[in-house]
């Protein structure tokens, strides 16, 4: 069965910081390009950072450039994302996913994780 379980969300205070995890589990975890997606309270779903599926590239969204560090263990098919610096915009339902990037704007996604969510108060 295809997984990919997010953990390390929770609430923080303004300015500072939290590490997500994405376990995945039930495909071939470095044949596929990895991403973090978030959902904020009446927003439409937005693109957060994505790595290669070897590394190969990463991008960032603009909001979050700077601030956010995306990475991945393949040996542990394991994604993290590193917030530093978090603001209350940042506050929303943070998902994992799994497929392949087309350009730093598009992705098809195969699998996506549950979401685990991040509260940033001031």
Excluded: H
């Excluded at 997010?6 to 376990?23: A, F, K, M, N, W």
Aim: proline share 2%; hydrophobic share 35%.
């Amino acid at each position: 069965e295809v997984q990919l379980v997010e953990s390390g969300g929770g609430l923080v205070q303004l300015g500072g910081s939290l590490r997500l995890s994405c376990l995945a589990s039930g495909f071939t975890f470095d044949d596929y390009d990895i991403g973090w997606f978030r959902q904020a309270p009446g927003k439409e779903r937005e693109g957060v950072s994505y790595i290669g599926s070897r590394y190969d590239s990463v991008f960032t969204s603009n909001s979050v450039k700077g601030r956010f560090t995306i990475s991945r263990d393949n040996a542990n098919n394991t994604v993290y994302l590193q917030m530093n610096s978090l603001k209350p915009e940042d506050t929303a339902v943070y998902y994992c996913a799994a497929g392949t990037l087309l350009s730093e704007t598009e992705a098809v996604v195969n699998y996506w994780g549950k979401g685990t969510l991040v509260t940033v108060s001031s």
